[in-house]
């Protein structure tokens, strides 16, 4: 089983900017195996994929957000980041790290995104 915890998040203004964090860790498993990735719900919408960062460290951000939002990671650090900028009010939802690798698929928590003035 795959642990995945995240951090971050909370209230910021619009056109303001949020880093998200999620570390994962697993017995027997190092961090650079895990495909990696981002997801949210925003109110009154099932959960979406935000981006991705596979384990060969190729990216994919959505549309809705491409240009706004940033994907990294960091192995060294067992880290994923989520840098979110020019953030709007339907930007505001939960959102929830994932962590995959083979039949192993893990969530985080959920980390609240408030976008308001």
């Known amino acids: 089983q795959i642990q995945v915890v995240e951090s971050g998040g909370g209230l910021v203004q619009p056109g303001g900017s949020l880093r998200l964090s999620c570390t994962a860790s697993?017995?027997?498993?190092?961090?650079?195996?895990?495909?990696m990735a981002w997801y949210r719900q925003t109110p009154g919408k099932q959960r979406e994929l935000v981006a991705i960062?596979?384990?060969?460290?190729?990216?994919y951000v959505e549309d809705s957000v491409k240009g706004r939002f940033t994907i990294s990671r960091d192995n060294a650090k067992n880290t994923l980041d989520l840098h979110l900028s020019s953030l709007k009010p339907e930007d505001t939802g939960v959102y929830y790290c994932?962590?995959?690798?083979?039949?192993?698929?893990?969530w985080g928590q959920g980390i609240q995104v408030t976008v308001s003035s």
């Open positions: 697993g017995f027997g498993m190092t961090f650079d195996m895990f495909t």
């Open positions: 960062n596979s384990d060969d460290g190729r990216t």
């Open positions: 994932n962590a995959h690798w083979r039949l192993y698929d893990s």
